[in-house]
């Protein structure tokens, strides 16, 4: 009987290492989202707990589901069959990929956030501008300005 049990205690050590990793990547991009949403001026304490919480769920439901899967796997022995290396067989990959997964998806995520940043303000750069000048005068200052740099750079 423990036999089967042999390799469970790691293989579930690893299983919640991995799930915990999965919640701090979470917990980044919380952070960000609140650190943009706060520059903005958008922040909306509700919706960013609603949005996290299911965010919660659907990660670490499938995480724990992930990893039900790599116990049954376990206590099956499949990876003997296969010809799987011996230190193979207290690791949950499933559960490794999957937490592989959700921290690329939180690193976009992250990066989106990040980029979504500058957007903004370039679009606030275009909508002062539109208000500091008509389509007329900036064309005519564009203008002047190429053609002071073409003189520049032909008299060098």
């Known amino acids: 009987m423990g036999e089967i049990f042999y390799g469970t205690k790691v293989l ?3 299983g919640v ?24 001026g958008e922040f909306a304490q509700s ?10 769920c659907l990660y670490e439901g499938s995480m724990l589901i992930a990893l039900c899967v790599d116990v049954l796997i376990h206590f099956t022995h499949i990876y003997e069959y296969i010809g799987f290396p011996h230190v ?3 690791l949950p990959l499933l559960t490794f990929l999957m937490a592989i997964f959700w921290c690329a998806v939180e ?12 957007h903004s303000h370039i679009a606030k750069v275009e909508k002062l501008a539109s208000t500091m000048f008509t389509k007329e005068e900036l064309v005519n200052i564009l203008s002047q300005a190429l053609a002071k740099a073409k003189s520049e750079n032909d008299e060098k």
Do not use: Q
């Open 12 to 14: 579930l050590l690893f």
């Open 17 to 40: 290492i991995a799930c915990v990793l999965v919640v701090v990547a979470m917990m980044a991009d919380l952070i960000a989202g609140v650190y943009k949403s706060k520059l903005r």
């Open 47 to 56: 919706e960013l707990l609603k949005r996290t919480g299911y965010k919660f």
């Open 88 to 90: 193979m067989f207290s």
């Open 107 to 118: 690193y976009l995520s992250i990066r989106e956030k990040a980029s979504e940043k500058v």
